[in-house]
């Protein structure tokens, strides 16, 4: 069924509401934990065993990547189809099946830009989480200037041959396949880059953990020794990386504010209004009990509420057909804003169960929620620095132009 018109979707969210209170199972409706996220993979554990069954529901609808054609094991909806999924998912509070790089990122710009084999081979591993994938931009030597990148590709005939250094690969220690740019010809910089994919299990891989202030390691160092990539694991034409890499930060920017750390509750995670409710307690009329923090909390919340707007609003211009390009960097920069914003919200209204995570007097939400403050401090760097962003918004957006 189309579900073209109002009707239409209203017949739709009515399937929806049916089969979700049918096959979410009543763990997944509660507030995520840290360790209870998925991100799907070779090595995924799955803590909770519900989770294992959640995700091969989603999976198997295609609701992992809902809007990606069914060919390739997506849900094939419409925005408007989608739109009424993530609301009724909402609506009973089910958690995502899955955290995924493919999804966000690498999904969308194969859809785009790999050829049929690579799409059919690849995609609907990722909607069925199967495959963990991590992405190879930044080196120690071209982090804001990405284009300067000097992991080296040779052309040895029936294969490529790769050697080179990335940083800040987010679990390249637990994924299974890599996103790559690497340099395919040295004589041009941006005109020089070219997009290929390998598994990280080849030989000639080595990560190695960055331990952070948080005390977890989702970032790594990774090298490449004489690793042997096949020749139909390139991504479009030799030297096209670069509009590939383009694209791909798109979506990154795009997924990382509205899916990733900008959203309030878009993880399944509690929001600091009800941090403050339970730890610093409300008065008889439910509301928390100390005025300033609330008023702050409001403000936070309303500025949530104007950025998921202007989320939707840029997805309509998109689906309208006009540029929206530099729309993901003011969203990028917004959500890493908001994001810093909200944990220190959360920090506040723990008092000092904020001040550590482990031990006594330590529960569960400060853990999450300090760890969270520590690793908030990255949102302004990771996906494009918040400096970066705004002298694209400033150029690119706004018109302005160094004084000279």
């Given at each position: 069924?189309?579900?073209?018109?109002?009707?239409?979707?209203?017949?739709?969210?009515?399937?929806?509401?049916?089969?979700?209170?049918?096959?979410?199972?009543?763990?997944?409706?509660?507030?995520?934990?840290?360790?209870?996220?998925?991100?799907?993979?070779?090595?995924?554990?799955?803590?909770?065993?519900?989770?294992?069954?959640?995700?091969?529901?989603?999976?198997?609808?295609?609701?992992?990547?809902?809007?990606?054609?069914?060919?390739?094991?997506?849900?094939?909806?419409?925005?408007?189809?989608?739109?009424?999924?993530?609301?009724?998912?909402?609506?009973?509070?089910?958690?995502?099946?899955?955290?995924?790089?493919?999804?966000?990122?690498?999904?969308?710009?194969?859809?785009?830009?790999?050829?049929?084999?690579?799409?059919?081979?690849?995609?609907?591993?990722?909607?069925?989480?199967?495959?963990?994938?991590?992405?190879?931009?930044s080196e120690p030597g071209a982090g804001s200037d990405l284009a300067g990148l000097q992991t080296k590709c040779e052309d040895k005939g029936d294969h490529y041959l790769i050697n080179g250094?990335?940083?800040?690969?987010?679990?390249?220690?637990?994924?299974?396949?890599?996103?790559?740019?690497?340099?395919?010809?040295?004589?041009?910089?941006?005109?020089?880059i070219s997009f290929i994919l390998f598994d990280m299990e080849s030989e000639g891989v080595e990560t190695r953990p960055i331990k952070?202030?948080?005390?977890?390691?989702?970032?790594?160092?990774?090298?490449?020794?004489?690793?042997?990539?096949?020749?139909?694991?390139?991504?479009?034409?030799?030297?096209?990386?670069?509009?590939?890499?383009?694209?791909?930060?798109?979506?990154?920017?795009?997924?990382?504010?509205?899916?990733?750390?900008?959203?309030?509750?878009?993880?399944?995670?509690l929001g600091p209004d009800e941090y403050a409710k339970i730890h610093v307690g409300t008065d008889k009329d439910g509301k928390v009990l100390d005025g300033d923090l609330r008023g702050r909390i409001a403000d936070h919340m309303m500025y949530a509420k104007a950025f998921n707007l202007t989320v939707k609003r840029s997805g309509e211009q998109a689906k309208a057909g006009q540029e929206v390009g530099h729309t993901a960097s003011i969203i990028k920069y917004a959500a890493a804003k908001m994001n810093q914003d909200k944990f220190e919200l959360m920090i506040e209204a723990l008092g000092t169960e904020g001040l550590g995570w482990e031990g006594e007097g330590f529960d569960k939400g400060a853990k999450m929620a300090t760890r969270g403050w520590l690793r908030s401090k990255g949102n302004s760097i990771e996906g494009g620095t918040s400096e970066i962003n705004l002298n694209v918004v400033a150029k690119r957006v706004l018109g302005l132009r160094e004084h000279q």
């Amino acid at each position: 069924m189309a579900y073209d018109t109002p009707t239409d979707l209203d017949a739709f969210r009515t399937e929806v509401r049916e089969w979700l209170e049918e096959n979410c199972p009543p763990s997944m409706r509660t507030p995520m934990t840290e360790d209870e996220v998925v991100w799907g993979g070779r090595r995924e554990k799955f803590k909770n065993p519900d989770s294992k069954v959640w995700l091969q529901r989603m999976g198997e609808k295609g609701w992992t990547a809902p809007t990606w054609p069914k060919e390739y094991g997506g849900g094939g909806l419409t925005r408007e189809q989608a739109k009424v999924l993530e609301q009724e998912m909402a609506r009973i509070k089910a958690r995502p099946p899955l955290f995924s790089f493919g999804l966000w990122m690498f999904g969308p710009a194969l859809i785009e830009f790999g050829n049929e084999e690579q799409k059919k081979r690849f995609l609907p591993d990722i909607v069925m989480g199967k495959t963990r994938w991590c992405q190879g931009y930044s080196e120690p030597g071209a982090g804001s200037d990405l284009a300067g990148l000097q992991t080296k590709c040779e052309d040895k005939g029936d294969h490529y041959l790769i050697n080179g250094q990335k940083v800040w690969t987010s679990y390249a220690n637990e994924a299974d396949w890599i996103f790559c740019l690497v340099r395919t010809d040295t004589s041009k910089k941006h005109e020089g880059i070219s997009f290929i994919l390998f598994d990280m299990e080849s030989e000639g891989v080595e990560t190695r953990p960055i331990k952070l202030i948080s005390g977890s390691s989702p970032f790594c160092e990774t090298f490449f020794t004489d690793v042997k990539v096949p020749k139909d694991q390139l991504v479009g034409e030799v030297n096209g990386g670069w509009k590939i890499a383009k694209r791909l930060l798109q979506h990154e920017r795009s997924s990382i504010s509205a899916g990733g750390f900008g959203s309030t509750r878009g993880s399944g995670m509690l929001g600091p209004d009800e941090y403050a409710k339970i730890h610093v307690g409300t008065d008889k009329d439910g509301k928390v009990l100390d005025g300033d923090l609330r008023g702050r909390i409001a403000d936070h919340m309303m500025y949530a509420k104007a950025f998921n707007l202007t989320v939707k609003r840029s997805g309509e211009q998109a689906k309208a057909g006009q540029e929206v390009g530099h729309t993901a960097s003011i969203i990028k920069y917004a959500a890493a804003k908001m994001n810093q914003d909200k944990f220190e919200l959360m920090i506040e209204a723990l008092g000092t169960e904020g001040l550590g995570w482990e031990g006594e007097g330590f529960d569960k939400g400060a853990k999450m929620a300090t760890r969270g403050w520590l690793r908030s401090k990255g949102n302004s760097i990771e996906g494009g620095t918040s400096e970066i962003n705004l002298n694209v918004v400033a150029k690119r957006v706004l018109g302005l132009r160094e004084h000279q």
